[in-house]
Nanobody, 124 residues
Framework: QVQLVESGGGLVQAGGSVRLSCAAS????????MGWFRQAPGKRRDFVAA????????YYADSVKGRFTISRDNAKNTVWLQMNSLKPEDTAVYYC?????????????????WGQGTQVSVSS
């Protein structure tokens, strides 16, 4: 089992910034992927960003490219999501996710473990 502990989130005005973090512990496989997904009310869970631990490759959804930044702390098995220039449509529950394989990084099915989720609300 892998445990994911998230922190951050909250209420912010449009144009503001929020920084999320996710620390992984437990049975961590070599070559794993850590990513972020989000789910707004009544909508599906969508890919946001991911990082492949083996080589640091980074992937972003088109909707957040240029505004969000994913980064890692190798020693702590921790990933951050810096969210800038937030828009009301960014309002969602944000989930940290962990993949023990190297499947398609934007696919929900690629991820084996999930954090509890943290609410990010952006007011207009």
């Amino acid at each position: 089992q892998v445990q994911l502990v998230e922190s951050g989130g909250g209420l912010v005005q449009a144009g503001g910034s929020v920084r999320l973090s996710c620390a992984a512990s437990g049975h961590i496989f070599r070559g794993y992927i850590m990513g972020w997904f989000r789910q707004a009310p009544g909508k599906r869970r969508d890919f946001v960003a991911a990082i492949r631990w083996s080589d640091g490759s980074i992937y972003y959804a088109d909707s957040v490219k240029g505004r969000f930044t994913i980064s890692r702390d190798n020693a702590k098995n921790t990933v951050w999501l810096q969210m800038n220039s937030l828009k009301p449509e960014d309002t969602a529950v944000y989930y940290c996710a962990f993949s023990i394989g190297s499947r398609v990084v934007s696919g929900i099915a690629s991820y084996d473990y999930w954090g509890q989720g943290t609410q990010v609300s952006v007011s207009s």
